[in-house]
C-alpha cells in the first residue's frame, strides 16, 4: 500500500540519484556571483591597469603600457618607501596585537568561568560592529595635541605631543584590529584539549615548557589566521592615515583611493593595488599551508 | 591548572585589555553629550540637544532606512548563497572543493578598497547607475562567507546519515530539508544572518565606491566628519550605532551556545564573529 | 439624448475652463522633486537654501567636495547630480569632457548685473558659449592665530620658515604647487616663471623642491575648510594657507584669527554654477540658476563665506565697509592681482607642449607627502 508519488518526492529522487546535478545546482548560482560579479571585476580591474588616464576626459585611454606598473616599481621612490611604510605598520599592528591578544585569550580559555568568558566574548566583538571611522576619530580626539592623553599626561608635567604622527596611526591601528587577533587566536586556544596540557605536566614538564612546547605550537595557526586580518586590513586602510593621521603618512590605501577616487587616474590606481594584491595572495597561500583556514 | 598568580595577572591584563577596547567607545558617548559643537577637551557645557536634533534630521532618517534595506536585501542573498555554497563543500567530494572555500573567503580577505574600486570601475563600464542595488551587491559578496562559516561549522557537526534515514522513513528531498535540516540549521542561519546584517549595517570602505550619490548611515558620519559641520550630531549617531549593535552580537551569541557542547559553541562564536568582525572594517 | 449631449457639453466645457485656469495662472513655479547638488563648503547653507526650497518646490540635497578633483569625480560617476559649483580647475575639464551643458543668459534675470571679466572669463567661456553661471570668487590668504603667532605675516615665507615647524597646515591638493611656483616667481625670478599653472619640468621640479622642503614643517594636510578649522582648534597649528571660509568659521567659533595676501600674491578661485549635461532635475536646476544670479543671495552667501559675489549689485545689500573689504566693487585691479585656479596642460600656449599636465602635478603631490 504505497503512497501515490508527489512529483516532488520524484524530484528528490532523481536528484539521489543524480547527485552530481545537485552538486552543479548547488554551485550554481554562489560561483556565478562570486566568479561572474567579484572576480570579473577584479579583471577589468587588472585590465585597466594596462591603460592610461586621459587629461581631459574622465575615461581612461585603451592604449596598452606598462608606464604605471614601471613608475611604481622603478620610477619615483615615493612608491616604494610607501610600500615599505605600510608593511611596516602592519607588521607592528601584528606584533602588537599579538601581545595584547594572546595573554586575553588564554586568560578566556584556561582560566575564566563560563559567564566571564561569555560576557568578555560579546564585549570583544561589539566594537568591531560599531563604525570604523568614528572609533578612529575617537582616537583621534584622544591622541589630538589639545585632546584627552595630552592633558591627562599635563598633569603629570608631561609635554606628550603625537597629534598627526606615524605613533598615532600606528596606536589607532592598534586599536582598531585588535578584536581581529583576539577571536582566532582564542578558537585555537579553545582547540587545545585540557588533557593535553595535563598529560605534559604529569610527564614533569614546567609550566613554562608545557607552554612553548605544547599550547604555542597548537596556537600558532591562530595566531595566523588574526595576522591575516591585520595584515589585510592595514595594506588597503585610507581612513586611518586620513583621520588620524592627517594625510602626512601616506599608506598604500591613500594613493590608491586619491588617485580613483579623486585625481581620476583610475589605471594608476588600479596598478598600485596588485601591491597588495599580490601580497595578501601569498600571504593566504603562506596561511592555507599553516593551517590557519580552519581558524578563519 | 593555573597558578593562582598566574591566574589573577591573566585576569588583570584581560581587564586592562577590554577597557583599552572601551575608552575609544566611551568618549563618543560622552562627546554625545557635549553642547559644543566643537570637539574640545575638556567639554565644557553638558546637553542633549544633539540627540534631538539627529532625531528631526532628515537625512539621518534617510540614511537609516537606506541602511536598513541594503542590510536587508545583503543578508538575504548571502543567506542563499552562503547555505548552498556550504551544502556543496559540506556533504560533496569533487575536484576543486578547496578552491571554492578559498574563493569564497577571498572577498574578506582581500582589503576592501580593492573590492571597491574594482566594482566601481565595473558598475561604470556596464553603465550601471549607482544605487541601493549597487551597495547590496558589494556587501552580499562578503556577506556570503559569514553565512557559510556558520553553516559549515554546524553541518560538519551533524551527521549526513540523519538525511538518509529521513530519507528511508519516505520523506522528500523538501521534507527532509524542512523537517530535519532546517531545524538543526536555523540557528546557525539565524546567527550568521544576523552578523551579516550587523557588518552591512556598518560597512564603509567597500560602500564609499559602491553609492555614489546615495547614503548609508556610515556613509552619513564619513562625509560628516570630514566636513565637519555635524561634528556632535555624528557623536550621538555613533552612540547610537554602537548601542543598537550590541544586539545582534548578542542575540548571534546566545544562539550559537547551548547547542551541542559549550566548547563547540563557543568556538562557533570566535569563528563567526571574527570572520563577522572582518567585513565591518572593510577587509 | 438631448439630455445627454448637454452633459458632455457641459463637461468638454467644464474640462477647458479649467486647463485655460491653469495655464493662465502666475508662473509660481510651483516645482517638484530633489535637486542634486556638488557644491564646496558654505555655498548650500540653509539660510538661502530654505527660502529657494520654499519658493521653489524643490529639495536641495548637496554633497560637498574638499577639492576640483573631487568634483571632477563626482560628476563623471553618473550619480545623478544635477549642479555643480566649479572653480577653474575644474570646470574646463568639465566641460571638455562633455559633463556639463551650456546655459542660456537670456534666461537669467539677473545676468547682466554679474561682473563682465567674470562673465566672459576663460573658465566658463569656451567657443562662444557660456557654461557656467558665476558665483563667488576670492583669494588663498594666509591664516594665522594673532594669539599664538607673533612672526612676520607679510610674506608667504612664513610658510616656509623653519622657526614654524610643526605649527602650518596647508591644503592637500596638488594645485598647491601653484602656490609654491608663485611664491618662486617673485622670489626667484631667474626660472622666469610667468603662469603658476603653466610650468616648464625645470619651474615644476623647483616648486616640488620647495614643497619638499616644506614638508617637515607641516603639522598636518586639510582636506576641508572643517578640518582646518579643526586642526587649527585641537591640532596645533597656528598657521596657514586658508579659504576665507575657515577665516569665518574660527571668528565665528570665538577664535583669534586673521588672515592677509602676502606680497607675492595669491592664488585664488572664481567659482560657477554648471549644469550637468543630463541632469536628473532640469527644472529645478534651472530655478536655482536664476536665483543664484541675484543680488541678495550672492550678497548672503559672500557675507557668510567672507568670499566676493560675482554680482555687482551685491554690494548695496553688503553695506559698505564690507562691500570695500572684500572688493565687491567690481574693483578689477584687486581681481586681476589674483592668479585664478585653472587646469594646467601640456599646451602652455606658446606653440609649445612642454608644461607639466595635472596629472603630472598629481604624482609630484605624492611625491611631495611622501
Not at chain 1, 587566536?185 to 582547540?191: G, T
Not at chain 3, 544635477?82 to 551643458?101: E, F, T
Request: net charge positive; charged share 15%.
Amino acid at each position: 500500500m504505497t503512497k501515490a508519488e508527489s512529483p516532488l518526492t520524484r524530484l528528490s529522487a532523481f536528484f539521489f540519484r543524480h547527485r552530481g546535478l545537485k552538486l552543479v545546482l548547488l554551485l550554481a548560482v554562489p560561483l556565478a556571483w562570486l566568479i561572474g560579479v567579484y572576480l570579473a571585476s577584479l579583471g577589468s580591474l587588472l585590465v585597466q591597469s594596462f591603460w592610461r588616464a586621459d587629461e581631459l576626459s574622465p575615461n581612461p585611454v585603451h592604449v596598452w603600457n606598462l608606464d604605471n606598473y614601471r613608475e611604481f616599481l622603478t620610477g619615483d621612490p615615493v612608491y616604494r618607501s610607501i610600500v615599505a611604510r605600510t608593511i611596516g605598520f602592519a607588521a607592528i599592528t601584528t606584533l602588537v596585537d599579538i601581545v595584547l591578544a594572546f595573554p586575553l585569550a588564554y586568560y578566556l580559555t584556561r582560566v575564566a568561568r563560563p559567564r566571564t568568558r561569555r560576557l568578555m566574548l560579546v564585549l570583544i566583538t561589539v566594537p568591531l560592529f560599531s563604525s570604523l571611522i568614528v572609533r578612529l576619530y575617537s582616537v583621534r580626539l584622544i591622541l589630538d595635541d589639545g585632546g584627552i592623553l595630552h592633558s591627562l599626561l599635563a598633569t603629570f608635567g608631561l609635554n606628550v605631543q603625537i597629534g598627526f604622527t606615524e605613533l598615532a596611526m600606528a596606536i589607532a591601528f592598534a586599536y582598531v584590529w585588535l578584536p581581529f587577533m583576539i577571536l582566532p587566536v582564542y578558537a585555537a586556544l579553545e582547540r587545545v584539549p585540557g588533557s593535553l596540557i595535563e598529560a605534559s605536566r604529569d610527564l614533569g614538564a614546567k609550566g613554562s615548557t608545557t607552554f612553548r612546547t605544547v599550547v604555542l605550537p597548537l596556537a600558532f595557526p591562530g595566531v595566523v589566521a588574526g595576522s591575516i586580518f591585520t595584515f589585510s586590513l592595514t595594506l588597503g586602510d585610507f581612513i586611518t592615515p586620513a583621520i588620524v593621521g592627517g594625510d602626512n603618512h601616506q599608506l598604500i590605501g591613500s594613493v590608491v583611493y586619491s588617485n580613483f577616487g579623486i585625481a581620476n587616474n583610475a589605471p594608476f590606481a588600479a596598478a598600485f593595488a596588485t601591491v597588495p594584491l599580490v601580497i595578501m595572495a601569498v600571504y593566504l597561500l603562506a596561511a592555507r599551508r599553516l593551517g590557519a583556514f580552519d581558524h578563519l | 591548572m593555573e597558578s593562582r598568580t598566574t591566574g589573577s595577572l591573566l585576569r588583570i591584563w584581560s581587564i586592562l585589555v577590554v577597557l583599552f577596547l572601551y575608552v575609544p567607545l566611551a568618549v563618543i558617548v560622552l562627546y554625545a553629550f557635549n553642547r559644543s559643537n566643537v570637539q574640545t577637551w575638556p567639554i565644557e557645557h553638558f546637553s542633549t540637544r544633539w540627540f534631538s536634533v539627529a532625531w528631526h534630521d532628515q537625512e539621518v532618517r534617510d540614511a537609516f532606512v537606506l541602511s536598513f534595506k541594503v542590510a536587508c536585501a545583503a543578508t538575504a542573498v548571502a543567506l542563499v548563497l552562503g547555505t548552498a555554497a556550504s551544502f556543496a563543500v559540506a556533504r560533496y567530494r569533487f575536484f576543486g572543493v578547496n578552491s571554492v572555500s578559498f574563493l569564497v573567503v577571498i572577498p574578506i580577505a582581500l582589503p576592501g578598497v580593492i573590492t571597491g574600486i574594482a566594482l566601481q570601475s565595473s558598475f561604470a563600464v556596464a553603465g550601471i547607475p549607482f544605487s541601493l542595488w549597487t551597495i547590496m551587491i558589494g556587501h552580499a559578496t562578503f556577506c556570503i562567507v559569514i553565512v557559510f562559516n556558520n553553516v559549515i561549522a554546524r553541518l560538519r557537526r551533524m551527521q549526513p546519515s540523519i538525511e538518509d534515514a529521513s530519507m528511508d522513513l519516505g520523506a522528500n528531498g523538501l521534507q527532509t530539508f524542512r523537517y530535519v535540516l532546517f531545524p538543526e540549521l536555523r540557528s546557525a542561519l539565524v546567527a550568521g544572518g544576523l552578523l551579516a546584517f550587523a557588518l552591512s549595517w556598518d560597512e564603509v570602505i567597500v560602500t564609499i565606491f559602491t553609492a555614489g550619490g546615495n547614503t548609508t548611515i556610515p556613509i552619513w558620519i564619513w562625509t560628516g566628519l570630514r566636513t565637519g559641520g555635524s561634528g556632535s550630531e555624528i557623536n550621538v549617531v555613533a552612540a547610537v550605532v554602537v548601542v543598537l549593535s550590541i544586539v545582534p552580537v548578542y542575540c548571534a551569541q546566545r544562539l550559537t551556545t547551548g547547542t551541542g557542547d559549550g566548547r563547540a559553541a563557543a568556538e562557533d562564536l570566535g569563528t563567526l564573529a571574527a570572520v563577522g568582525g572582518a567585513q565591518s572594517s572593510g577587509v | 439624448m438631448k439630455k445627454r449631449i448637454a452633459v458632455i457639453a457641459l463637461a468638454t466645457a467644464a474640462l477647458l475652463a479649467t486647463s485655460v485656469a491653469a495655464t493662465a495662472k502666475p508662473a509660481s513655479k510651483k516645482l517638484s522633486g530633489t535637486l542634486k547638488v556638488v557644491a564646496w563648503e558654505g555655498y548650500t547653507e540653509n539660510q538661502w537654501v530654505k527660502p529657494f526650497e520654499k519658493q521653489t518646490g524643490c529639495t536641495v540635497q548637496h554633497q560637498y567636495a574638499g577639492s576640483s578633483d573631487e568634483m571632477y569625480n563626482l560628476m563623471k560617476k553618473n550619480a545623478g547630480y544635477d549642479l555643480v559649483s566649479a572653480s577653474g580647475d575644474a570646470s574646463n575639464r568639465l566641460i571638455a569632457s562633455g559633463l556639463v551643458q551650456p546655459i542660456d543668459p537670456s534666461t537669467i534675470p539677473n545676468w547682466k548685473q554679474l561682473t563682465p571679466q567674470l562673465v566672459k572669463g576663460p573658465n566658463h567661456y569656451v567657443d562662444g558659449k557660456y557654461y557656467g553661471l558665476p558665483w563667488q570668487w576670492g583669494p588663498n590668504v594666509l591664516m594665522w592665530n594673532t594669539a599664538k603667532y607673533s612672526g612676520a605675516t607679510n610674506s608667504w615665507s612664513a610658510l616656509y620658515d623653519p622657526k614654524n615647524k610643526g605649527k602650518i597646515t596647508i591644503p592637500n591638493n596638488p594645485i598647491q604647487i601653484a602656490d609654491a611656483a608663485l611664491y618662486l616667481s617673485k622670489t626667484k625670478p631667474a626660472l622666469g616663471i610667468k603662469d603658476p599653472y603653466e610650468l616648464n619640468s625645470a619651474q615644476l621640479h623647483a616648486a616640488v623642491l620647495l614643497l619638499k622642503q616644506q614638508r617637515p614643517l607641516i603639522k598636518a594636510y586639510w582636506g576641508f575648510a572643517t578640518d582646518e578649522v579643526k586642526i587649527f582648534q585641537t591640532g596645533g597649528a597656528t598657521l596657514g594657507a586658508a579659504w576665507p571660509l575657515a577665516v569665518a568659521q574660527l571668528t565665528r567659533a570665538g577664535m583669534k584669527v586673521s588672515q592677509t595676501i602676502p606680497k607675492e600674491g595669491a592664488t585664488g578661485w572664481s567659482d560657477v554654477w554648471m549644469l550637468a549635461k543630463h541632469p536628473k532635475n532640469q527644472p529645478c536646476a534651472e530655478a536655482w540658476l536664476k536665483y543664484a544670479a541675484g543680488a541678495k543671495v550672492q550678497a548672503e552667501v559672500a557675507k557668510f563665506n567672507t568670499y566676493t559675489p560675482a554680482n555687482l549689485q551685491s554690494c548695496k545689500a553688503l553695506g559698505a565697509t564690507l562691500c570695500k573689504q572684500l572688493h565687491a566693487d567690481g574693483d578689477t585691479a584687486y581681481l586681476n592681482r589674483i592668479k585664478f585656479w585653472k587646469t594646467p596642460l601640456s599646451d602652455c600656449g606658446n606653440g609649445k607642449n612642454e608644461c607639466a599636465p595635472y596629472s603630472e602635478w598629481v604624482q609630484a603631490w605624492t611625491s611631495i607627502k611622501g
